[in-house]
Nanobody, 125 residues
């Protein structure tokens, strides 16, 4: 099973930017694997943020981040990225990357079988 390791989190002021990375150890992600970013606020369930389905060259974003965040993958298909611009305090959360299968709801947690440990993002006003 693929192991995913996130990095790039940190503390920024509102309006700032961060770029998260998710490395798949010793594994080149198949183009038929959906790669996604979720975030989780303590006490809440993880929520989808962005997803990438390389086979269909499709990207998916939730409404709160559309136009501010961009999901991408390196050419070697070993690292997933999330460029986050114009960050807002409500973006503060633990961010996880996940690998899974495409389903009717791309952000349904049950579709994902590998999860990273997460990286914290804190945005101050």
């Amino acid at each position: 099973q693929v192991q995913l390791v996130e990095s790039g989190g940190g503390s920024v002021q509102a309006g700032g930017s961060l770029k998260l990375s998710c490395a798949a150890s010793r594994y080149r992600m198949s183009s038929r694997v959906v790669m996604a970013w979720f975030h989780q606020v303590t006490g809440n369930e993880p929520e989808g943020v962005a997803a990438l389905y390389p086979f269909a060259n499709s990207q998916y974003y939730t409404v709160p981040v559309k136009g501010r965040f961009a999901i991408s993958q390196d050419n070697a298909k070993t690292t997933l990225y999330l460029q986050m611009n114009n960050l807002k305090p409500e973006d503060t959360a633990m961010y996880f990357c996940a690998a899974g299968n495409l389903g009717a709801n791309v952000f349904a947690q049950q579709n994902y079988y590998s999860w990273g440990q997460g990286t914290q993002v804190t945005v101050s006003s």
